[in-house]
């Protein structure tokens, strides 16, 4: 930090930045509202033509960004060229060789004033002042028959229109001039419109643009929790929205400012053992002890009487700013928000995010340097994977009291400006068939048939491109698996829901490999992941994405049938074809081997007409023949069971599913005595599914009771339809769909009235 009253220029990305001390004054170090901080920023962009930007440090950072910065960088070259000219002030510049030394006077007190004075405490005011002296001036000139005083005054013209249109040209007076009319000399409100710092404690790096737009259209606005607001803002000249975030850090009074602060300094001289970071849950608990105590004991020794509810919201921002990663941490609580962008060069981009309603949106955040390399740190201990010049990229998972994300990160020198982060955040809660039949990615019939694919142990890989919606449709293939089943889940970054499930009663064991990006390290590689995974007993497969050569023994345990559950992984291709290609020319999986897929499901992002809009959708779900040998798509070895149909925005069943022409469906069916070279008993037993899905669907909308959808009570309801089909087999001989649909429904509606449907 500067000495007091100094300043200094610090590096960040591309930008020089002025930071300028104004502890010792007494008041709000304010461009818009004091003459004498502005004529402070002047004499100091003039001596530093290079800054970009400018922080004036106080109890709170006074941060003023590039294009305001620009404005008086421009008033600041006027003002550096005028007093370097030499003859700007002499007799000869003023006209007044054939003048009275009254007149010389004059004429010098008021250019020197405009030039020293109002040019660089109010810009405006000294606009005004010459555009005023130029038509005085010009009006004396016309009455005036002195052939030397017109001379005299013809010079002292020509020097005041010479500064009037240096300022003319500048951005800040161009901006101006509607509002200019009747302008006071002093008067401060005009600077409002185009001044507004973006407002930090000093306890915080990373800056926020705390005002809202002033030509916004306010679109939506909601709380993430009791102290955080969003407001999503259109703006006129940006065709993304504006996600504007009101965090509690803005709301504390100047007492709590002091008292956070000065607890961040005493916190950080107990810095966390590396070894810490392996745990953390219990890092943060350890230090939010540490910090409420630490709260607790600053506050009764300043007199302060804060209650322990006050004691809780600071000590959850201190740890937020400390240990935690700042104000991520509170965009991650906000379920609307799907990826947090963090690009570089840091400190000049703000963070943008991918909001479920209103698409791209750009946020109020402009991350510090200071801060995102704090968390390069942190991930690195997290992980225990390198982030370096050897390896500058790093994929891993960040784990929240609230939420959790896969985090990649990309730094020098593949990125040449720094560091850059991509968070994709996931469902606190695992997706389930019928959310997804809600939110019309699927249909219920799609999610019957998925749900008889997966109770049919069948191998599928779920495809699409970035964004698609690949990672949450798998997880809801997780909670379809009935809970007797043991599932092993292979992953490089856990982004897959088994913590959730394993507190929902599963037997789960994840295993976390080596990411595909790194070629060697401590981890094992996804290929000895799978072959482990064959030694832990009769598992379902889950494999989190096919990236690598671990496909290759992916395949060879299909193909030996080592794996007697359910397979399913993610892959990237935006059709069956895409994924063969993948598969087989990419991985280098044989022809052959790549017959152990049954399904393949496609899932891929649907725009509006505009680009404005996506949904997200299933487009495809296809079976995989055997019956070929070279090219699957040229032999008919692609067999659609359903198809989207963009004029209904809805998968629709195909004749090959409706007549019963599917491989896979007879195949499972040759298992099951009932269902065996009966086509009618499978089609009404995948319809029996599609019914009880849609019936979930209903029942929820009905009673406005949205916990239906979610996995606690999928699950029990899952269960219970495997035990209704056991119970009414048993007791008529055969799978009675009609008996099992209505026994299952009056559960359903027990259970409602019941109130037993957990939240």
Known sequence: MPEKSGYEIIREGEEDVLRINYESVPYSPSIEESPNVMMDFIDKLAENPSVSRVTFLQRRHYNYNFEQTQMLMEIANIYGY???????????????????????????????????????TDPLGAYVELKRQLRLENVKQKSTEDPNARASREVFIRLLTEMYDLLDKTKLIQMSKSYLAGYNLGDRETYKLFFRPTITPDFLFTRIMARPPLDGEELEIYTIDKNTEVTIFSVPNDIKPLYHLNPPEFKLSEDKYALVDLAKNVLSEHQPRNEQFLDPSKLRLTFSNIGRDLLRELADNQDMDLTTKEIKELTEILIRHTIGFGFIELLMKDQNIQDIQINSPNGEVPIFVLHGQYDNCYTNLIPARNDVESWASKFRLLSGRPLDEANPILDTELQLPDARARVSIVSKPLNPYGLAYSFRRHRDDPWTLALFAKNRMINPMAAGLMSFLIDGARTMLIAGT???????????????????????????????????????????????????????????????????????????????????????????????????????????????????????????????????????????????????????????????????????????????????????????????????????????????????????????????????????????????????????????????????????????????????????????KRTIRREQIPK
Do not use: C
């Open 82 to 120: 005028l007093t370097k000219r030499k003859k700007v002030l002499t007799p000869e510049a003023m006209g007044t060789s054939f003048e009275s030394p009254g007149i010389l006077a004059d004429r010098h007190g008021l250019v020197r004033g405009i030039i020293y004075d109002l040019l660089r």
């Open 466 to 748: 970035r964004s698609s919606g690949k990672t949450s449709l798998l997880g809801g293939v997780l909670v379809e698996v009935m809970r007797k089943h043991r599932i092993i889940s292979v992953e490089d970054t856990l982004e897959l829901p088994t913590t959730s499930l394993r507190k929902l009663g599963y037997d789960i064991q994840p295993l976390k490999v080596r990411s595909a990006l790194v070629e060697s390290g401590t981890e094992l590689s996804a290929s000895e992941g799978i072959r482990t995974s064959l030694r832990l007993g009769d598992s379902a497969l889950i494999i989190g994405e096919v990236r690598s050569k671990e496909a290759i023994a992916l395949y060879e345990s299909m193909r030996i049938g080592a794996l007697a559950n359910v397979v399913a992984g993610t892959i990237h291709g935006d059709s069956p074809y895409g994924v063969f290609d993948r598969v087989v020319n990419d991985l280098g999986v044989p022809r052959t081997s790549f017959k152990a897929t049954d399904i393949i499901i496609v899932a891929n992002p649907i725009r509006s007409p505009d680009g404005l809009h996506k949904w997200r959708r299933v487009t495809q779900i296809t079976e995989v023949r055997k019956e070929w040998e070279e090219d699957p798509l040229a032999e008919g070895g692609f067999v659609d069971l359903m198809k989207y149909n963009s004029a209904t925005d809805q998968l629709e069943i195909t004749p090959e599913l409706m007549n019963g022409e599917s491989e896979i469906l007879k195949g499972i069916g040759s298992n099951v005595k009932e269902w065996a070279g009966n086509w009618d008993a499978i089609w009404e037993n995948i319809t029996l599914r599609a019914d009880l899905k849609k019936l979930l669907v209903d029942y929820s909308a009905r009673t406005k009771n949205d916990s239906m959808l979610e996995a606690p009570f999928v699950i029990q309801a899952n269960d219970m339809f495997h035990r209704i089909s056991s119970s009414v087999r048993e007791e008529v001989g055969y799978l009675d769909s009609k008996r099992i649909a209505f026994e299952w429904e009056e559960w359903l």
